[in-house]
């Protein structure tokens, strides 16, 4: 299973970008890249995801590096709602369903 | 729409005491199924996962168990709680034929053994 290398937590202020940054050295050729939020005592939601080509939603871009050893995920404007734990997470196409989960990164948003 | 729905909210167990926990998932049909339980500052580590009635995998072995009566419902087990199963037990959906795994996760339940 490819392993990923998030910050514990990473700090912004309200009204500015955000680039959360993960490391997925060892992710192999066909496996999807996801991301999740979390919120405080709620279920992950999921943001995004991605396989070679940089992607756009209504909530965030994700940013893959050419080599596909890392990615980036961009929230253009955060808000105090932004604040959550946001997961990385590699699936790979013969994962039977499963996503192996990490201990993400803590996103505080300063007011 | 679909929506996932978890019951209950919060619990609080003695040790040995047995333990049930429903999650129905509406407005979809044959979707994977999954538990998930969350230690305190976590990831989620994955417990069962289904993918038809009665077809449960497991992923950790432990005193729990997981049982699939209908389709869109699931249910995870115990016939006596050991102080290590606190945590927060997050059941979660995906479509059966798509290409990446969307998950869809419940409002969960906070269980404390005491």
């Known amino acids: 299973d490819a392993k990923t290398t998030q910050p514990n937590s990473m700090e912004s202020n309200e009204e500015e970008p955000v680039h959360l940054p993960c490391n997925h050295s060892?992710?192999?050729?066909?496996?999807?890249i996801h991301w999740y939020r979390q919120l405080p005592s709620q279920g992950p939601e999921y943001v995004i995801h991605?396989?070679?080509?940089?992607v756009n939603n209504r909530m965030a871009s994700l940013a893959i590096a050419e080599d596909r050893k890392s990615s980036t995920l961009i929230l253009h404007r955060a808000t105090l709602r932004d604040a959550a734990v946001y997961y990385c997470i590699p699936e790979p196409m013969d994962s039977n369903y499963q996503l192996i989960w990490g201990a993400g990164t803590k996103l505080i948003i300063k007011p | 729409s679909q929506t996932i729905h978890q019951w209950p909210a919060t619990l609080v167990q003695p040790v040995g005491s047995p333990l049930s926990l429903e999650c129905t998932v509406e407005?979809?049909?044959?979707?994977?199924l999954y538990w998930y339980r969350q230690a305190a500052g976590r990831g989620l580590q994955l417990l069962f996962y289904?993918?038809?009635?009665?077809?449960i995998s497991s992923e950790v072995p432990q005193n729990l168990s997981a049982s699939r009566p209908q389709d869109r419902q699931f249910i995870l087990s115990s016939k006596k709680l050991l102080l290590s199963d606190s945590g927060f037990y997050l059941c979660?959906?995906?479509?059966?034929?798509?290409?990446?795994?969307?998950?869809?996760f419940g409002p969960g339940t906070r269980l404390t053994v005491l």
């Open positions: 991605g396989l070679t080509s940089n």
């Open positions: 060892t992710i192999s050729g066909t496996d999807y």
């Open positions: 289904s993918v038809g009635i009665g077809q």
């Open positions: 979660a959906w995906s479509k059966r034929a798509s290409s990446y795994n969307e998950q869809f």
């Open positions: 407005g979809t049909s044959n979707p994977n």
